[in-house]
């Protein structure tokens, strides 16, 4: 069950970054993530789209190595979301945190990290 959630939930994730099916996914951005490193946010997506492929193919591929990246990445995004603060979207007159869905992924790397321990069943 882990080595097709960790496989294919990164995938489906990366995937919609260009289709945009699931959600708009500027919303969970920092917007100085992707200024500090020279990028709209929309290319930014689109590089971590990218990422997400690659680390679902590594799941499927490589389970260790692509368990530890998933791994990283949800801490990564945790990061990216705790860092937000309060902040507004359009549309949205409220202040809102995005603390919810930091924690969820931390609990999601903490079992990407499981994986990774069992993944040595899998010899690879």
């Not at 290319?43 to 990283?72: D, M």
């Not at 549309?91 to 790397?109: F, K, N, Q, V």
């Not at 499981?114 to 899998?122: A, G, I, P």
């Amino acid at each position: 069950m882990l080595y097709y959630t960790y496989g294919l939930v990164p995938i489906i994730a990366g995937l919609d970054k260009y289709f945009h099916y699931l959600v708009d996914w500027s919303i969970y951005l920092n917007d100085t993530i992707p200024a500090y490193l020279g990028l709209t946010s929309a290319n930014f997506l689109i590089l971590v789209g990218i990422i997400e492929i690659i680390a679902g193919l590594l799941v499927f591929f490589k389970p260790r190595l692509g368990g530890y990246i998933v791994c990283a990445w949800l801490i990564a995004i945790s990061i990216n979301l705790i860092t937000m603060g309060k902040h507004t979207h359009h549309g949205y007159t409220h202040l809102m945190t995005h603390y919810d869905i930091a924690l969820r992924d931390i609990a999601m790397a903490v079992g990407a990290y499981v994986f990774v321990l069992l993944s040595k069943e899998l010899n690879k």
